[in-house]
């Protein structure tokens, strides 16, 4: 009988303790990142993406929610379509102005290698690079969808 009091009472000092754990290290995710003034950095790859000069780049629309500073990030995207018996690829990048809040921005990506971008679908990856204020923390996030292209 002691035997099995012992037993349910360290199952739940173990409980306990686990419980704990996990509430001490749910709380440091990116919400708590983000206001408390670490750094917070999101990307996501929307679609369509809209053809530029009959398909010499691709205009490609991002979600970005970030509060890097001094204020700035950069994000880096690239594309990838079946063409032909080949794929076209391509690479664009632009800085970010970070405001702490969502906002759309379109990202041109240049087609490179001899093959054009057409209709239809196609891979696209992000990249949002950003520093806290001081510079001792960075880090990146990373999204990648299979976007429709259309004109």
Known sequence: MRTKLRTRAAAAVVALLLGGLLALFATSGPAVAFFSGGLFLDVQVQSPARLVARGAAVDVPLEITCNARPGTASVQVSVSQKAGSGVAQGFGSTSVG???????????????????????????????????????TCGNETDSETIQIQR
């Open 98 to 136: 970070c405001t702490g809040s969502g906002q759309q921005v379109t990202v041109r990506v240049q087609a490179s290698g001899g093959k054009t971008f057409k209709q239809g679908t196609a891979v696209a990856s992000a990249d949002l690079f950003g520093c806290t204020a001081n510079f001792s």
